[in-house]
Structures are given as structure tokens and as C-alpha cells.
């Protein structure tokens, strides 16, 4: 079957080349602290497009990416402090430990739905520090490793490098066959089973092939904080993922800039508003998500397709990956 | 496929050897006595807030991140009213009462509006942000510090063959068991549990025949505030926890692992998992040397992990049929 | 050139250099960031809310300091506007922040950030930024030991280390049938404190007869504390932060065990000790250290009362009994004075110097600790004293201690 290039595909292209430009501009406004900001928005671009390509894409939940990220960077630390890496060279390494984590994750997900395998990665996502503290000799334990610094500008680009690469791969994944694959996953495993798809080799490689991007997104994150330890790594990163992801809209990749752009500029702009009452802080927060959810709740992504008038497959489903098992 | 005889009895068998080991393991050693009575103290603090997870999961099929949040909130009511002269076990019945509207006006204004339009996955995200609101609710209030929470029950140890516990260790799990049980007779004998139920599981064939079904999932989460609010207040009085706005935080991870080993649709299976977990948790830690401190928090989740993929619905769960 | 422009010449010289001189003055230098004529700008960061909150007192306490300096002229003049930020303990939150107090708010220095973690992911950044990283709550060892890699980050309180060795010498002579339990949480902090038992102890060592760790995760420590019992130990070393220790001395009175306890100093703080008698724990005859002045036992000496008024007057709804306090109080002193040192001529450059070349009496630590610093000495306080809890009050005994018993 051959692809054409559509025009909505062709306004795509475009539309990210015209974003791209503006990202790669930006920085030379800003100081080197909002440079640093930046680059952490890239880290969450490039953790929320992982998460999208599990939970969006393939339909399985997960609740623990931030464990996925957490492994990139220890890679990334350990291979950078103990090894003299160079931190640029440690980014496949980290996305092969990555990936690997992932096929380990995914191979006991194929036996579960739903809420189980939500609150199995959710297990996964505060497991992961405990390990990193238990074996200290590696990792630092809770005195953690401290890496090179770097001033804002390098971390920028290497963090929208980073983010913009795996953009591209997970389109060009998406646009073939294994995106197909995943999506009538998604929908329907039977049906999708009954066309020919191996549930098991798909569903596994969906995770081992997030994990790797969420990998390499944690392996900035920590080259960002030139330090890493396993408080770095607690659930709410995880939590803030999976809001991002959501926020954006599962399934497309148009939303995740402007989920990863809410979880982490949000409550910045809300912390410098609030000089002197640093605790309403979250929960302004706290209900501007609410409110999202309640008036967006397929994500930002959908509000921008609406908003376009294009195509109506991607972004409609009310169909949650946490499934409907007999309702 | 129509399941096997035997298989029925599997699971009391099991507890029921389990429950064995643990008495000729306590009747030998008055160590392992000791460990196995404080792991039953820990997991009745689990267990009241796994029986809310549950209500609001039969309720909704919603994970409810928010729980631990909402209990901690429901026992600074708590707190406050001691604070204001009140004497406890007054201000422990106010505080029910209380964090029955708490939990019924949060179903409506946070996760009704997002319930309507879209999917569970949207309503647990706002549960997450209503986690966030809520400690930061806490927080702003009441400010960061730790503040003591009286004992409901007054300090007495008794001491048993060489084991100690403590009266507080006792009324705690009394209380998730007879909270257990007022909620099995509630939802059996009362009009309104049975509107309840029938909302959970077939809420158009509900509708059909009149009842309210989205009143019912603010009921639901009323009734989980309260128990929520049990929990909270037992925690506080435990010495292990520190009435502070992330007080539930923790707890919370066990009753999660409780709730789900326990088969999320069972409240007598949350208890008897929080109670499991508990024990082997201290067990391990007495006994297994390899089981550093570090590594319990991820053995309660492989404790978890290994029963669902045995038994995919938990201890007490129903094997689902799903709908193609 | 007429005499006219000759004049008009001189006096624009003479108000060239006037402008230059006071502009001098004012600005410090001209290049010291984070301070003006009138005020000076520090900031650090702080668990303010999170599992470590309970800390989140002392920069509020600290800040309580400085509005009373401020109130009484300032230091040459200017006031100190301290900003803090929290972290929730979380080095990935400590890290953006404190370049936001460096590179937006354009602090002096960075003051008293709190936790050994946080510390060490801002002090590569700090000290290659040239920024003073100074009186940095934890007591680590690093923040004096590496003096020549990171010249411009000091401690402040003593390192838990030289507390506990003081434990063990005290065991070693005054308890000669000690065996001996440690309860440590299981990391670096827990570690600090062990191995400055083990030296204290010296040959005594092996009067060790059980360790027990925990893991921060974990709240309840009774599985451990049981243990510790069984084990047959008549001392117990506890090691622990404050929910733990609470928690732990709470067990050891439910399960019967009254061994000699030894409490480290971040967990005594009566509040703690309060909380966990209210909860059933009998913790009479517990020994703790302590560098702090008495307010509790000598409460109408004039710094204690002085220390009350400020609490009452800035910091309304602060617990002077919360040792917490008084140790952020005690520290914004030691900050004040470094910059009274440095001189009316600000620079981060003498302030350092000052900070390098202390030798001082601090009016909220215990009577006869002096603060002493030099270049290759950057632990502030040296010198602690032993005290005992008795009739719900710490009492000190004996004499101050520096390196030995």
C-alpha cells in the first residue's frame, strides 16, 4: 500500500518546521536561567512523547514513566561520574538500558488490564528509587552523583536536539506499520489479534520503545541539574507526565508541546505571581487541572483539530486505556 | 468456560495455612510474635483507606489518587475541632459527619463536570490534580508544621506472653473490621446501598428503573470520605505517624498494593491484603536478610504483582468477562 | 582657556570623582550584585512544604532576625532582604531555583540552604560562579572538609560526625557494661553518625551487639527497635530523624526496654521529644548534644528574652521550644556578623574573608562556644555540650566538648 502525502500531513510538516524555527530562535532572547527552563520543557516534551506512544498510541497505562526516566539518567550519571563518559555519548546507551526496561515492564503487562496495570507501573515508578538507594555503590544512594555543569544555552539545544530527533522517529514509527499495529491495539485487541497482530510482539516493543525515549529524556533531565539522586526521580514526576500527556491530548503528537509547556511552565508563572503566598501555588495548580479536564478533556490536541476542521479519526476516542471491562 | 469446583476453595485455603503458619510461628518464638502482631497493627492503618479505595472503585471504576489526601485534610477537621475545645470522641463524630459533605460536594464540583464529557482516564487525572489542590489546600491552611492528634484510645500496653501491643493497635484494626462490616450490611440491607450497587455495575439499566445514578456516585464519595477520615484519624494516633499535610502520603502506596491484591471489589479483600501485607512486610524485615529497607516498598508491590499474575482479580475478586 | 572654563573644568572633575567615590560606596563595588546602598539581597532554599516541612520553620525564623536587624539600622545601613524558595528536598527543584535567586533576583550570596543532597547539586555551580554558598543547614562533614575544592561554601553547625564520637567516648569511660544497639537510617546521614560512633568507641567497638537500619521510606521502626532488644543491648544509639525517633522511643517504652539512649541533636528538639512523650514514650534520663543557648531552663536571661521578642514580634505562631528556631536565629546572627566583618565596602570577596576568619562569641549558642574559622578550618562550630532530658526539659551537663570528651 502506498503512502500518499496528504495536505493535512503537508500543513503538519509545515507546522512544525515554522514551530522548530521559533524553538531554535527563542533562546537567544532569554537569559541562561530561562534557557535551563527551556531545556526542562524539552525533557518533559520528550517524556509526555514516550508516555503518548504507550498510552496514546498502543493503549496500555502507564503511571511510571518517571522510572523509564530514571534509568536513562542513572545510566547516564553513573557512566558520566564513575567512567569519564563524555554526557552526549551516553544518550544510546541510555536509550538501549532504556528499552531493555521497557521489554521488562511490558512482558508481565501483556497479562494485565486496565487499573492493574495502571497501579503496576505506578509500583514500578516507586520501585525504581528504592533500587537506585539500595545499591548505593553505584548510584551515589542519597548523596547522589554530581555531573559536569553546563551553561543554559548547551543544555537548550541539547535538550530541543534531543526532543526534536525523537519527534521525528516516533512520527516516522507512527505514520507505518507498527503505528497501525499499535492503534488497532488500541481499539480493539481481539479484532486486532484476529487481523494477524502479534499482541505480545507489538504490545512489548511499544513499551520497550517508549521506555527508550523516556530514557533518553531522563538522561537530559539530569544533565540539566548536573546531579542526580532518587529524589529527583519521585512519583510526581511520574503524576506530572501522565497530566502532560493528558492535557495534550493521547493519541496526537501535535499536543505534547503544549502539555509539557502547562506541567512545567504552569507553576512557575504561578509561583512569580504569588510572591508572598507560595502555598496557593498548588493549589491553583490542582484545579486548573481539574478545570482542563473538565472542559478539555480530550486535551489540547483535540481542541486544536476542532478548532481546524481536520480529520476526524485521530483524538476522538472516548475509549480510556483504562478500559471498560464489563460496564 | 466454567470455573472448576476446586478452585473456589483455593484462596481460603491458602489464608487459611497462612493464618496457621503465623500461629505456631508465635506460639514458638515470642520474636516472631512480637513482628507479626506489630505487622497486623501496621495493616489495620492500611486497611480502613484500601476500603475507601475500593468504595470508590465499585462506586466509579476511578482510581482515586486523591483518597490519602482527602483523609488527611477530613483529620485536621479533626485536629481543629480538638484544637477548639472540643473533647474527642465528640470531634471524631463531627468530623465524620463532616467529611461525608466533604466528599459528596468534591464528587460534584471536581469530578461530576469532568465524569460528563469525558473517560476514566480524564477523571483519574483530575483526581490527581485534586490530590495536588487538596495537601496544597492542607498547606495553606493549617501551614506545613506537625501538629499532635490525641489517641482515641488511651495509652495502655498490655503485654502477652512477652508480646507487646498497644490498646491504640487493637481499636485500629476493630475499626477497619467493624467498618468493613457496616459497610457489607449497608450495601446489603439498605435501599440505598442496593441503588448504590446497582448504579456501579449497570448504571443505563439503573436509570431505567429510577434511581439517581449520578446522586449515588456522590454518595459514594461521601461514604469513602468517611472512611477515609476513620483512616486518617487511627493513623495519626499511631506514633509512626506524624499528623502533617503529607501524612497519607505513604500510606496511601500500601493501601493501593492492599486494595488491589486484595481484588478491587472487595472491601473483606482489602482488609485481609492490608493486613497481609503488614505482616510479611515486618516478617521479611525480621527474616530475610537480603530484604534490605530499601527493598519493602517494592516488596509490597511484588507480594502484589505476583498474586494478580496468578490471579488476575485479586484474592477475592471476580474473573471479569471482557466484552469484545 | 578662560578662568571661567578653567573653574567650570575643576568643579566637573571634582563632580565626576565625587559620583564615582559614592557611587563606589553604594554599590559596594560597582560589580557586587545583590547589594545596594540600601539593601543587601540573599536567598536559599528550603523544604517548606513536602516530608521534610518540619524544617521549614527555620528560614522563617531566620528571616525573623533579620527584620529585627533591619529594624535597628541595618547592617552600615542597609537592609537585609532575604528570599527563600521551596525545594520540597528535591535537588531537581533546588537546582532551578537557585539559579533563579542567582541570575533573577540577583542574590549577594546563597544562605542556609537546607539538606546535604540539595547542597551538593548547587555547590559545583555556585563555586565556579564565584558566589558565596554559605552556613548551609546540614551537617555533613563536606561543607568543612573540602575546603580547597570548594573554597566558597562553609557549614554552619557542627557535623554529625563529632557528635556522635562524643557519644562514643562517653560510652567507652561512663558506661563499662555497655552493649551497645545503633538504629541508623540507612544512607550517607545515618552513616555519617556510625562511623563517628565507631571512633569514639575506639577499642570498644566491639561492645556492639546489633544494627538496625531503616530506610526514610518507612515510618514505623518497630520491627527494628524489637530486634534491637532481643539482641540483648542495655544502650541504644539512635540515629534517626525525627519520625523515626519519635516513633522509636514510643517502641522502646511499649515494648518495656529501657536502655541508656543517645539521641542525635537534628531529632531532640524538645518539640520532638514532647510529641513522643504525648504519644506514651518515656524518654527520662535520654542524652542528646547541644550547641545552643539554654532558653528553656534559663529563660529570663537577656538573650532569652531577646530571642522570645524577635520570634513574637516578626515570626507570631513560631514555638520558641522548637530548637529549630533558635537554630535559625542563631545562624542569621552568624551571617549578620560575617557582614558587619566584611565592612561597609561589601564584596562577596571580604565577605568570604570574614566568613574564613571567625572568631567570635555568638550570643544564641551555649555560653563559652566560640566561632572559630580560618583557611583551613570551615566548621564554624567546633564545640558542643551534653544534656539529659529530665522533668520534660533538656538539661546540659558536664563541659563543652570540641574534639574530645
Known amino acids: 500500500m502506498r503512502t500518499r502525502i496528504g495536505t493535512s500531513t503537508l500543513v503538519g510538516i509545515l507546522a512544525t518546521l515554522v514551530v522548530g524555527a521559533a524553538i531554535a530562535l527563542l533562546p537567544f532572547g532569554l537569559s541562561d536561567y530561562h534557557r535551563s527552563t527551556g531545556a526542562e520543557v524539552a525533557v518533559f516534551f520528550t517524556a509526555i512523547l514516550a508516555l503518548n506512544i504507550v498510552t496514546g498510541y498502543t493503549g496500555q497505562i502507564s503511571i511510571g514513566h518517571g522510572a523509564f526516566m530514571a534509568i536513562g539518567g542513572y545510566t547516564t550519571a553513573i557512566l558520566t561520574a564513575h567512567h569519564g563518559w563524555n554526557d552526549l555519548a551516553t544518550f544510546p546507551v541510555a536509550a538501549l538500558t532504556g528499552f531493555a526496561a521497557g521489554v521488562v515492564v511490558g512482558l508481565p503487562a501483556l497479562r494485565l488490564h486496565g487499573v492493574y496495570l495502571a497501579l503496576t507501573t505506578f509500583a514500578v515508578a516507586l520501585a525504581v528509587p528504592q533500587l537506585a538507594k539500595n545499591y548505593s555503590s553505584f548510584t551515589g544512594g542519597t548523596e547522589g552523583l554530581a555531573l559536569p555543569t553546563h551553561t543554559g544555552m548547551w543544555l537548550y539545544y541539547v535538550g530541543w536536539g534531543v526532543a526534536g530527533v525523537m519527534f521525528v522517529l516516533a512520527w516516522l514509527l507512527l505514520r507505518g506499520r507498527s503505528g497501525r499495529a499499535f492503534r488497532a491495539i488500541r481499539d480493539s485487541e481481539v479484532a486486532a489479534s484476529s487481523s494477524g497482530v502479534s499482541l505480545a510482539v507489538y504490545k512489548t516493543v511499544s513499551f520497550g520503545i517508549s521506555a527508550a525515549i523516556a530514557a533518553v529524556a531522563g538522561s537530559v533531565y539530569v544533565l540539566v541539574n548536573n546531579f542526580v539522586n532518587p529524589d529527583v526521580f519521585a512519583l510526581t514526576l511520574s503524576l506530572y507526565i501522565l497530566i502532560g500527556a493528558v492535557v495534550g491530548g493521547l493519541g496526537s503528537l501535535w499536543g505534547v508541546l503544549v502539555g509539557a509547556a502547562f506541567v512545567e511552565l504552569l507553576p512557575i508563572a504561578l509561583t512569580s505571581g504569588n510572591v508572598g503566598s507560595s502555598q496557593s501555588v498548588p493549589v491553583i495548580f490542582g484545579a486548573v487541572v481539574i478545570l482542563v479536564m473538565a472542559l478539555l478533556p480530550l486535551g489540547a490536541a483535540n481542541l486544536l483539530q476542532r478548532a481546524l476542521h481536520f480529520g476526524s479519526k485521530v483524538g476522538q476516542h472516548s475509549d480510556s486505556p483504562l478500559g471498560t471491562e464489563g460496564r | ?324 | 582657556m578662560t578662568r571661567r572654563m578653567k573653574g567650570a573644568l575643576v568643579l566637573a572633575v571634582l563632580a565626576v570623582s565625587a559620583a564615582a567615590v559614592s557611587a563606589a560606596f553604594a554599590a559596594g563595588t560597582a560589580a557586587t550584585p545583590g547589594v545596594t546602598k540600601t539593601s543587601i539581597t540573599i536567598g536559599g532554599t528550603f523544604p517548606l512544604t513536602g516530608p521534610a516541612a518540619l524544617y521549614g520553620v527555620i528560614p522563617k525564623a531566620e528571616n525573623a532576625y533579620f527584620q529585627y536587624v533591619n529594624a535597628h539600622g541595618g547592617v552600615y545601613g542597609r537592609k537585609i532582604n532575604f528570599k527563600y524558595y521551596d525545594d520540597q528536598y528535591n535537588p531537581a527543584n533546588t537546582v532551578p531555583l537557585t539559579k533563579k535567586l542567582v541570575q533573577q533576583d540577583h542574590v549577594f550570596a546563597v544562605y542556609g540552604s537546607l539538606g546535604t543532597a540539595p547542597n551538593l547539586a548547587i555547590r559545583d555551580y555556585l563555586n565556579q560562579q564565584k558566589i558565596p554558598h554559605v552556613l548551609v543547614a546540614t551537617g555533613d562533614s563536606y561543607w568543612g572538609a573540602q575546603v580547597k575544592k570548594y573554597p566558597w561554601t562553609i557549614g554552619f553547625q557542627p557535623d554529625y560526625p563529632g557528635e556522635s564520637r562524643v557519644y562514643g567516648q562517653f560510652i567507652k569511660n561512663k558506661v563499662p557494661q555497655a552493649k551497645i544497639g545503633v538504629l541508623m537510617q540507612d544512607d550517607a546521614y545515618g552513616q555519617n553518625y556510625y562511623n563517628g560512633l565507631l571512633q569514639g568507641l575506639g577499642d570498644a567497638k566491639s561492645k556492639i551487639v546489633d544494627v538496625e537500619k531503616y530506610d526514610a521510606t518507612q515510618t514505623d521502626v518497630s520491627t527494628q527497635v524489637v530486634k534491637l532488644k532481643a539482641a540483648g543491648a542495655n544502650v541504644f544509639a539512635l540515629f534517626a530523624l525525627p519520625t523515626q525517633t519519635i516513633d522509636a522511643l514510643v517502641v522502646t517504652t511499649k515494648i518495656g526496654w529501657s536502655p541508656v539512649t543517645f539521641i542525635n541533636n537534628v531529632s531532640a528538639s524538645p518539640l520532638f521529644m514532647g510529641l513522643a512523650v504525648k504519644s506514651g514514650a518515656n524518654v527520662d534520663n535520654d542524652i542528646s548534644a547541644t550547641y545552643l543557648q539554654d532558653t528553656i531552663n534559663n529563660p529570663d536571661t537577656a538573650v532569652a528574652k531577646l530571642y522570645k521578642s524577635i520570634l513574637a514580634k516578626y515570626d507570631s505562631g513560631a514555638d520558641p521550644n522548637d530548637a529549630n528556631n533558635l537554630y535559625g536565629v542563631a545562624n542569621a546572627w552568624t551571617l549578620v556578623a560575617a557582614l558587619k566583618q566584611a565592612g561597609q565596602g561589601l564584596t562577596r570577596q571580604n565577605f568570604m574573608g570574614a566568613l574564613d576568619n571567625m572568631n567570635q562569641i555568638n550570643p544564641f549558642l551555649y555560653p563559652g562556644i566560640k566561632m572559630v574559622t580560618n583557611s583551613t578550618d570551615h566548621f564554624p562550630i567546633d564545640q558542643q555540650i551534653l544534656e539529659q532530658w529530665k522533668s520534660g526539659a533538656w538539661h546540659p551537663f558536664g563541659h563543652l566538648f570540641s574534639k574530645a570528651y
Open chain 2, 1 to 324: 468456560m466454567r470455573a472448576r469446583p476446586s478452585s473456589r476453595w483455593i484462596v481460603p485455603l491458602v489464608l487459611v495455612g497462612i493464618g496457621l503458619f503465623l500461629v505456631i510461628g508465635s506460639l514458638d518464638s515470642a520474636l516472631f510474635a512480637q513482628q507479626t502482631v506489630s505487622g497486623l497493627a501496621n495493616g489495620g492503618i492500611y486497611a480502613s483507606l484500601a476500603v475507601a479505595l475500593v468504595l470508590i472503585y465499585r462506586a466509579t471504576e476511578v482510581i482515586n489518587f486523591a483518597q490519602g489526601a482527602i483523609a488527611t485534610f477530613t483529620t485536621y477537621i479533626a485536629w481543629q475541632l480538638i484544637d477548639w475545645g472540643l473533647s474527642y470522641w465528640p470531634a471524631f463524630v463531627a468530623t465524620l459527619a463532616i467529611a461525608f459533605v466533604v466528599g459528596f460536594v468534591l464528587e460534584l464540583v471536581a469530578i461530576r463536570p469532568v465524569e460528563r464529557r469525558g473517560n476514566q482516564l480524564t477523571v483519574v487525572i483530575a483526581a490527581i490534580g485534586l490530590l495536588i489542590l487538596v495537601e496544597g489546600a492542607i498547606g495553606w491552611i493549617w501551614g506545613n508544621n506537625i501538629k499532635f492528634m490525641p489517641a482515641p484510645f488511651p495509652s495502655h500496653i498490655y503485654n502477652v506472653g512477652g508480646v507487646a501491643f498497644s490498646r491504640q493497635d487493637l481499636g485500629t484494626i476493630a475499626i477497619s473490621i467493624a467498618s468493613v462490616l457496616v459497610l457489607w450490611l449497608f450495601f446489603q440491607f439498605t435501599k440505598v446501598g442496593l441503588a448504590m450497587r446497582a448504579a456501579a455495575v449497570r448504571p443505563d439499566a439503573a436509570r431505567l428503573v429510577g434511581v439517581r445514578v449520578s446522586w449515588m456516585l456522590s454518595l459514594g464519595w461521601g461514604l469513602a470520605a468517611v472512611l477515609g477520615a476513620v483512616a486518617g484519624m487511627m493513623a495519626a494516633a499511631s506514633p509512626s505517624v506524624l499528623l502533617q499535610p503529607s501524612m497519607m502520603d505513604g500510606i496511601l502506596i500500601y493501601a493501593f498494593a492492599a486494595a488491589v491484591l486484595g481484588g478491587l471489589e472487595s472491601a473483606a479483600g482489602a482488609v485481609v491484603g492490608a493486613l497481609l501485607i503488614g505482616v510479611t512486610l515486618n516478617l521479611l524485615a525480621s527474616y530475610v536478610s537480603w530484604v534490605t529497607p530499601q527493598l519493602l516498598l517494592p516488596a509490597a508491590f511484588v507480594i502484589m504483582l505476583v498474586v494478580l499474575l496468578v490471579k488476575p482479580s485479586g484474592l477475592f475478586g471476580h474473573a471479569r468477562v471482557r466484552k469484545v
